[in-house]
């Protein structure tokens, strides 16, 4: 029987460095808005070991965000030769997961200058309240990056880098991105299954609802999210 433990890498000070980040990011939703968060996804060869349960426990970020007026998710990947793909709009669950689960990981380079290009894009179409990337390599020039970061960052979309193994080179490009973006870096094989899903809950309830909403999740979910709510900037 497969675990729902993540392999253990990561220090507890990783993931409250990130929940203490996330909370001091500014909140523009307002009332009555729905939510839309850039879901993107490196679908190359290394992360097909674990790519199944991902798709398992990412799919549920819309669970806690029906009630604070809905979460639309774009989901978007990369695998193969040159290939990046992006969904419509996705508003429920069932979708997201169909979706996820039509894709089967292949061998190729990362791509994630294009992840950035995508969002700056549609953040010039339309708000973007955050995005999330899931993945555990980088082989593009942090210096371009940088560079692609920064105008997404010009365009207020905070970038939740959340970094799946220990490889040296994609942590300090996944944190110069979050750093650019005013976002925040997570790796999340340290902790279980439930904790990623937490966390990934929890940027769901944050984009959907803001500040308030994610205190009230916290309050459900135990500490790990509550020590997010509690260090949001009430000013």
Known sequence: MASDKLPERSSRSDIDAFLKKAASLPVTKRPGQTGRLIFAMDATASREP?????????????????A??????????????????????????????SRMAAVHCLGGHTQIGRVLKHATAMAKQRRIDALVFVGDCSE???????????????????????????????????RQIAKLTK?????????????LRDL????????????????RFGQR??????????????G
């Open 183 to 195: 976002g925040a870096y997570c790796p999340f094989d340290a902790g279980s299954a439930r904790q």
């Open 221 to 234: 979910r135990g500490k790990t999210v509550r020590q997010l709510s509690r260090q949001i900037d009430k």
């Open 68 to 97: 604070l007026g809905g979460l639309e998710i774009q989901l978007c990947y990369y695998r193969g030769w040159k290939e990046f793909k992006a969904s419509g709009w996705l508003t429920d669950t069932a979708s997201l997961q």
């Open 140 to 174: 593009e020039k942090i210096d371009d990056l940088g560079q692609l970061a920064g105008a997404l960052g010009i365009h207020g979309v905070p970038a939740f880098m959340f970094h799946e193994g220990g490889d040296a080179r994609a942590g300090k490009a996944f």
């Open 50 to 66: 674990t790519w199944d349960h991902a798709c398992h426990t990412q799919a549920e970020m819309f669970a806690e965000t029906a």
């Open 200 to 215: 990934l809950s929890a940027v769901a309830v944050y984009a959907a609802g803001g500040r308030l909403a994610l205190e």
